[in-house]
């Protein structure tokens, strides 16, 4: 059973991979095509990293609002294209790789996911306790990604151009974004874990970013995705994720299902309308297409991993009897059972 070939660990394959990639790749392809891949993969490894192949593409449009369209008000020029087009060209990169990715840029190459995800494991490896959000507390905390989107992404580096906040505020999200942190490290660079104290902005905001690190640190060893759970690029998925051929596919109906929840057991990300709603309905915002769900389902086709009409990967209860043997849905380990003990040899 070591052996069995399953998507979770096909995934874990794709996500070292891009953790690899995105945080040493400049270093590996060079300048020039490391300024390529930049412009066409979101990779959350940040510009704070100095070895990195991508930059998170919530830079440039923080940059952009801050640079261009603030400064351009102040300065109480004609709004044009000159403006415009930077800004435009920034987001349809950006939708552009959603199109061919959409959520699963969440589930298989955030290099921050991927790190959350790897400490879980030690978590379980360590038969540490799990905790998770219960379906009736876990819409408490859905709403924080769409604030942090609004208020850190868009709404202050906009202010900064206007000249009503702080400098460094011109990429608030980013002074705080835990990946920062996680992407440096790897390259055993600390610089980004130290705090600022050139200013007290920039002393709250690297101290934040600081807390924030440590409190997702030591969450992931008994939460899955505990960042995950507000990152602002969930929430801009969110927003795309209807019109992308990419997506989590659900039968309008069966009797069967939502009567054993191991697709809601098995989510990261606590998402219990999988097991209770049908059609497009399942397909939640907070969604990774991590693909879990689908490896857990018995239900023969209930529920599929989809690129436009083709499925990539359907729910099997074959598949999931023997993916049950290598963990449980919420990823701890199965309990082994003791080989009964010899008969004593008749006298």
């Not at 759970?229 to 998925?237: E, Q, T, Y």
């Not at 939502?258 to 990300?269: R, T």
């Amino acid at each position: 059973m070591s052996n069995f070939f399953t998507l979770s660990r096909i995934r874990m394959s794709v996500q070292i991979v891009m953790l690899v990639f995105t945080v040493y790749g400049g270093a590996l392809v060079g300048h020039y095509l490391s300024d390529k891949v930049t412009g066409a993969l979101p990779a959350l490894s940040c510009a704070y990293d100095q070895q990195n192949a991508g930059y998170c593409v919530l830079i440039p449009l923080q940059h952009q609002l801050h640079h261009r369209v603030g400064e351009s008000i102040v300065r109480a020029q004609q709004f044009s294209f000159d403006y415009v087009i930077p800004l435009a060209f920034t987001m349809l990169t950006f939708l552009a790789f959603f199109v061919v990715l959409n959520k699963a840029f969440c589930g298989w190459i955030c290099p921050l996911g991927t790190v959350q995800e790897l400490i879980y494991k030690v978590g379980r490896r360590l038969r540490l306790p799990v905790r998770r959000f219960t379906q009736a507390t876990v819409g408490r905390i859905r709403p924080y990604k769409w604030a942090v989107l609004i208020l850190l992404v868009l709404v202050l580096p906009l202010m900064a151009g206007l000249g009503y906040t702080s400098y460094v505020t011109g990429d608030a999200y980013c002074q705080v974004c835990p990946s920062r942190v996680v992407t440096t490290l790897l390259t055993a660079n600390g610089e980004q874990i130290a705090v600022n104290t050139a200013d007290k902005t920039a002393f709250a905001f690297s101290a934040a970013r600081s807390a924030i690190f440590g409190f997702i640190l030591i969450l992931a060893f008994g939460m899955r995705q505990p960042f995950c759970r507000v990152c602002p690029m969930l929430a801009l998925h969110a927003v795309f994720r209807r019109i992308v051929p990419l997506r989590l596919a659900k039968k309008e109906t069966g009797d069967k299902c939502g009567k054993c929840k191991a697709c809601y057991q098995a989510c990261p990300m606590d998402i219990h309308e999988v097991a209770f709603e049908f059609g497009s309905k399942a397909f939640h915002a907070d969604c990774t297409m991590c693909g879990r769900c689908v490896e857990f389902c018995p239900d023969d086709g209930m529920l599929a991993l989809k690129l436009g009409p083709i499925p990539l990967f359907t729910a099997s209860a074959a598949y999931m009897k023997a993916r049950a043997k290598i963990d449980k849905p919420d990823g701890t380990l199965p309990n082994k059972k003791k080989p009964a003990a010899n008969p004593s040899p008749a006298e």
